[in-house]
């Protein structure tokens, strides 16, 4: 497929205001690009959703917008530079039409990778390159990774152009989410379902007594994701392809891979769907939790079973029976900075195995510390060994999702728990595990787990099943303080005098979507950070530089922070309708993605004066 008829269909997308018809034209191009052929469809489908690489893959573009822009201004010609492109993002305020508003095509004789203007870009060749981007590594990787880009840009027309930049920095902000891709698949590939199908779906809503198939529709009770199903624009669910809703979306979490079930829908249909498993190697989306009372768990389930909540990070952990993998909640893979977890987990673990766990870091005497060290260990690339001396670790394993080539997912907790303890033939790793129906037991474990340095406790659904990446209310966090607010820096300040080359004050957002996060300003934050991080924190954010105006900066949402305030007060000095009152910044989250901030309506729900 040329590359140019994709960036066309993706423009019509973007124009069109009706959610069917959106659906529509999603489905359109799926089809389009399943006949020609099966990697075609895989990667349009991966490019609709702004990314070159599965949702598992921990491999990414890295290419910051510096980058963008120089490559952007090559292409424009002698006369433009970086600055030039900024300027024009000032004005047009994204990217993809930036790159449209330039005439690339006079640059393209000088590109090394143009063979002939006659020669055009393809959706694979365009796949190929940003792979080829990803991978360059070691000495001269930079002007490798410039010379590529280059090489797709200067041969880009105005509407690729204006597609290649957003793919190229992860946004295509089409209003394209989840939900309308499901729809599409489904309208593209998948059947009406057959009486045979609506029976057999009972019979396993039925069997489980928190249903996977309605669950889809139901369990997200964090409304920022019921927000987002209103914003974006999905097909509104008839009774009718409820089920096939249900069947893509359960591929969707197992696979982690909009290529592949999209592939999977067209060729083997439902059938085929229902059989993709987990499967070692690819992580999936973590169980999420909500705030919550205890009384809340209490009055809900038949019984609560109660956890420590532990301060750390949390990990995938991925063992064929031999080898073992280690992925942050961000699908990164930590195996190599963690190596006595591996150890760890290799000694006690011989089967194959997906495991939910924490990685907490402790002092000599096995008091835990800041989780902030935690994830100084799971950044490291080198000097291990002496990192490893510096901070140890412990592991406390909380789940399992397969077990000896068997998921587990939709098996209750009780159940999983079963198989972990029958896993595990000590105690050592697993975290402390009770189920009670007494509120009395719940305030005890509490007092035990925050005496014992840890965050609280964590109440569950114990006949719930496994939901990966839900917030839904089967998981409970029951923290004893205010709750913090996970936020997304968008601006920045330079601080004054002998500080002018460092931020001193952040502005802090909320994210309205899920899955294609806007973010809103709730207030700016100047304390909580010590003059190292406050150094540490400008290097991460440097390269996200938007642009700059005096004292003022403007950056991507690329770094989460934790922030502590007093209150949360209506007001209309922000965009977001909200503003924090004393805000403090308490760390910064390097294990969430900016998807993973905390939304608009959570912060409506916090808001004091409501
Ligand atoms: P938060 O990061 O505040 O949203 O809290 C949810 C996080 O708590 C999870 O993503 C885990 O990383 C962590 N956690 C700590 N202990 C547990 C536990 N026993 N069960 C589940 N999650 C836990």
Known sequence: MKFEDFAEHVITIEAEPADLETVSLVSELFIRAGNESEETLSTVVRFVKGTVFPAWSSQTLDVGPALLHETIAQAAGPNIDSADVENRLADYGEIGAVAASYDLS???GLSAFTTSTSDPLTITRVNDTLRAVASASGDGSESRRRDLLFGLFSKASSSEARILARLTLGEMRIGVGTGTVRDAIISGFIQPPTDNDIESAKTHEDAQSAPVASQSQTDNTDVSISEDEQTERSNP?????????????????VSNDYGMVATVARNQGRAGLADISLEVGRPIQAMLAQAADSVDAVDTWDAVAVETKFDGARVQIHTDGESVSLYSRNMENVTDPLPEIVEFISQRVTVPAILDAEVV????????????????????????DAMRDSVSLNVYVFDCLHVDDTDLLDMSLRQRRDKLRGLFKTTDALSPFQITTET????????????NGHEGVMLKDPDSTYNPGSRGQHWLKHKPDVETLDLVV??????????????????????TTADE??????????????????????EQLRPHVRSEDGQTVMIEPAIVVEVGYEAIQRSPTYTSGFALRFPRVVGIRHDKAVSDADSLSRVRRLTTDE
Do not use: C, H, M
């Open 106 to 108: 006079g640059q393209r």
């Open 237 to 253: 669910d008839s009774s009718a392809n409820s089920d096939s809703a249900a069947v893509v979306e359960r591929a969707l979490q």
């Open 361 to 384: 870091a402790v002092s000599d005497d096995g008091n835990p510390l800041a989780f902030q060290e935690v994830l100084r260990r799971f950044r490291r690339k080198y000097d291990i």
């Open 440 to 451: 009395d037991v719940i305030a005890q474990a509490r007092t035990q787990a925050l005496s």
């Open 490 to 511: 968008t601006g920045a300040e330079w601080g004054e005098g002998r500080r002018a080359n460092v931020f001193g004050t952040f502005v802090v957002s909320a994210r």
């Open 517 to 538: 996060p806007q973010f809103e300003p709730l207030g700016k934050v100047a304390t909580g950070l010590t003059d190292d991080q406050l150094d540490a924190l400008t």
